[in-house]
């Protein structure tokens, strides 16, 4: 049975909230989304989602018109347009985290490769994020950023927008939360690493644990 909309919308303050409390979401940047029956709820724009209030978030309806609580976040269509390639996702994190920004920055030819901008360095990377490949860049709110990504979020979960940050989409609110830290936290591992010489997983220890937990 799925969680009633008034449950949902406390989910999605509480989880805002932890990923304050975590740094994950400096000033009012990051947005958060959830697909319910009758269309999507989002956290409003210009939100910190450190202090979000349950009546005031977003509600769109299935054709992606605002009916109710504040205007939705700049990047509406992009959270759409990831969640009409990805129909068995049921919510979408998008942060601004420091080290998974920092990557999105690096010159492409610092990246792990053109499918990845991160290598695979543990185990929990492979099962909850899996590749990050680079979305081009477009500035925020940019119809073609939508676009974009929809090419990207077809065959993966995580994606990362050049110069911008990370969008995890998840079949609930605590998966799309999980994959989104475990990303920031490899990001943060890569940069620590940097210089050093690096031990990844090999082909073959990726396929074991994909094959082990399948998404």
Known sequence: MSMPESKMREAICALGAKLAARGLCPGTSGNISVRIGDGWLMTPTNSSLGELDPAQLSKLDLAGRHVAGDPPTKEALLHRAVYDVRPDDGAIVHLHSTHAVAISCLDPSCHHSRESTLPPITAYFVMRVGKLPLVPYFRPGDAKLADAIREYAKGHRAVLLANHGPVVSGTSLSAASASIEELEET??????????????????????????FPS
């Open 187 to 212: 990001a943060k591992l890569h940069l620590l690493l940097q210089g050093l010489k690096l031990r990844l997983l090999t082909d073959a220890q990726v396929r074991e644990v994909e094959e082990a």
